[in-house]
């Protein structure tokens, strides 16, 4: 069972090799290695935690559009968790 919320990069390991971050109101799209993160934020790394960041350097968000806030996630966690 996934924490609620939580899911740490060391949950992916053996489900997914890249993780895909999209969103779909500034149309962004990215690919992060697993393994990659799991470097640089260890694997109790909290996923949330990576979307918020990429949220807060959104085109949409830097633009000052507070009605029309970033909806950066990750389309495949669905499907692997
Ligand atoms: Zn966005």
Do not use: W
């Not at 996934?2 to 489900?15: H, M, Q, S």
């Not at 990429?54 to 830097?62: F, I, M, V």
């Amino acid at each position: 069972m996934p924490r609620n919320g939580a899911i740490t990069f060391g949950d992916l390991v053996g489900k997914l090799d890249l993780l895909e971050v999209a969103c779909a109101k500034c149309g962004r799209k990215g690919r992060y290695a697993v393994a990659r993160l799991i470097e640089q934020r260890g694997s109790d790394g909290k996923i949330v935690d990576l979307l918020s960041e990429l949220r807060s350097d959104c085109p949409k968000h830097l633009a000052g559009d507070m009605g029309d806030m970033c909806a950066a996630r990750c389309p495949e966690l669905l499907r692997v968790m």
